[in-house]
């Protein structure tokens, strides 16, 4: 428990050290966000704001994963538990935050919204997301079946080969899902924080199910269930040390940077914890902005030019509507709210129905 709190800490700390640093630089060096010409009219005025915040996101969560383990270890008997599991949980993070920094990078220093060519970007995704599957059925003890709240519940056996094309799949779906909600000041990273939230909880608790010996982890299956929760941990107070710059009217953006890091860290957790089919439900407010744009472009297409909404995705559309963006912002954090609770919910019943079935 110690760690949890001191990772957090120390994240949240670094994550809001690291982003004023970048804002103060970024300005003085008139680095901004190219804002889309498509896009609502008020969001013009954005233009030329500090982007590339996912910077202090991702080495806010670094740091306060790795120093919490070092404290530790230095003052106390212990030694470090820091796990295969973690690391490929972070280390995937880290690797997606750097091509999004790569795509931000391109956008500011030409001046224009159009990032890294889509081929390579999408290469990039998709190769991070094979390493770690590859890696993850190589090196840990992760099962290989299709999952919902734990290993087992539908025991559908995917086997090596099958369990990687579904984790890249899951993988390169979530980072996207993630850059697409990313169009309103917070909206992104304060439902990060919720979802970050969900997994924390859901580490932990696997971790006291098997440390109380009742052979829960036997059944959830789950390697480094408190390491995992640590890096959770870590993402959701980087998330909140960056939001306090990003709130409405934000001082920074996260950029791609930030955007494919949350949404592969989601997706990486998601995995590890034996949690594939929950992840929709965490991450709710990533599946209906997703599911808005694909409504958009396949209604578009059928009907040859009508749309669905007013703008996709989805929080445009009420910002079209007449709604601020602040009040669009906080209505999505309560229903991600919500679906978080729900979500927990879920896996809580799964729980006390393995408890009685015993």
């Not at 230095?74 to 995937?92: K, Q």
């Not at 696997?206 to 036997?218: E, K, V, Y």
């Not at 669905?308 to 209505?331: D, Q, Y």
Request: net charge neutral.
């Amino acid at each position: 428990m110690i760690r949890l709190l001191m990772a957090a800490a120390i994240s949240f700390a670094l994550s809001a050290l690291l982003t004023q640093l970048l804002i103060d630089f970024l300005r003085r060096s008139e680095i901004g966000q190219p804002i889309r010409e498509d896009g609502p009219q008020g969001h013009i005025v954005k233009s030329g704001t500090p982007t590339m915040g996912g910077v202090g996101i991702v080495l806010g969560a670094l740091g306060g994963y790795l120093l919490s383990d070092l404290i530790l270890t230095l003052t106390t008997d212990r030694e470090g538990i820091i796990t295969r599991s973690g690391l490929l949980v972070m280390g995937s993070i880290c690797a997606a935050g750097l091509v999004g920094f790569i795509d931000d990078w391109i956008k500011v220093s030409r001046e224009r919204n159009l990032g890294l060519n889509a081929k390579l970007k999408t290469a990039g995704l998709l190769g991070i997301a094979l390493a770690f599957a590859v890696l993850a059925v190589r090196f840990t003890t992760i099962p290989t079946e299709l999952a919902f709240t734990r290993h087992g519940f539908l025991g559908i056996e995917m086997g090596a080969v099958g369990w990687t094309i579904w984790a890249v799949l899951l993988i390169y779906a979530t980072s996207n899902a993630v850059n697409l909600t990313d169009g309103l000041d917070g909206l992104a990273a304060g439902s990060g924080i919720f979802s970050f939230a969900a997994y924390t909880l859901i580490g932990f608790w696997i971790f006291r199910q098997a440390s109380d010996g009742d052979n829960f982890n036997d059944i959830y299956d789950v390697p480094h269930p408190l390491d995992l929760s640590v890096v959770a941990v870590a993402m959701l107070a980087a998330c909140a040390g960056f939001l306090w710059f990003n709130a409405a009217p934000a001082d920074i953006f996260m950029g791609d940077t930030g955007s494919l890091a949350i949404g592969t860290g989601l997706a990486t957790l998601a995995l590890t914890t034996n949690t594939h089919l929950l992840l929709p439900i965490i991450g709710g407010i990533y599946v209906i902005e997703t599911l808005s744009v694909i409504l958009q472009v396949g209604i578009f297409k059928v009907t040859g030019g009508k749309r669905l909404f007013r703008m996709a995705p989805i929080h445009h559309h009420f910002e079209l509507c007449g709604w601020k963006e602040t009040k669009v912002i906080i209505r999505f954090w309560l229903i991600g709210g919500g679906l978080t609770l729900l979500a927990l919910g879920i896996f809580y019943a799964d729980y006390v129905n393995t408890v009685g079935a015993q």
